[in-house]
């Protein structure tokens, strides 16, 4: 189950965010992996022009991962490959990651932030926003996950709402 984002003021500058129902699919089952009680996560793969972003891909961790109760963090070489791997099938690019988080809520930790932070400042990466899809959940099968997606600008974040295309 993905919840939308707790109420707070939206401005109309907020991107309204795609996904395919096939990559939700994917991310959910990924999250399971969360049962061993470490987090995980991966990239989303899209587009993001304008006022409208498109989720079209997400990848998983990859094989060396970095899975902890508090921390998750991805194979940059795996990612930076099924990247590659999109740009040449569709023009998608690297706009954003998903990962979970064994307890609490679907809110970045202040290790997220200071990560988006980095990521919205390098000038080489050419971010003008980053996305972050976090799941989270009370039972230990995750099966009833809450996410939210956040909207990572140099302004600060902010929650989004997901539309299933």
């Excluded at 109420?7 to 500058?13: F, K, Q, T, V, Y």
């Excluded at 795996?78 to 590659?84: G, T």
């Excluded at 080489?124 to 980053?130: C, I, P, T």
């Excluded at 976090?134 to 990572?152: F, R, S």
Aim: hydrophobic share 40%; charged share 30%; with cysteine.
């Amino acid at each position: 189950r993905v919840m939308d984002a707790p109420p707070a003021p939206l401005s109309n500058e907020l991107a309204n965010v795609l996904i395919r129902t096939d990559v939700l699919d994917f991310i959910l089952d990924e999250a399971e992996s969360s049962r061993d009680g470490k987090e995980t996560g991966g990239i989303l793969i899209g587009t993001d022009y304008d006022d409208v972003a498109e989720i079209r891909s997400a990848g998983g961790p990859g094989p060396r991962a970095v899975r902890r109760a508090d921390l998750f963090s991805r194979d940059t070489t795996f990612a930076q490959k099924l990247v590659d791997e999109e740009w040449q099938h569709d023009g998608s690019d690297w706009i954003g990651e998903w990962h979970t988080h064994t307890r609490g809520r679907p809110f970045p930790s202040e290790r997220d932030r200071r990560t988006y932070r980095r990521f919205i400042v390098a000038e080489d990466l050419g971010f003008a926003r980053f996305f972050s899809l976090i799941l989270v959940t009370n039972t230990d099968l995750w099966e009833d996950v809450e996410a939210v997606l956040w909207e990572v600008t140099q302004q600060g974040l902010k929650p989004c709402r997901l539309t299933l295309v």
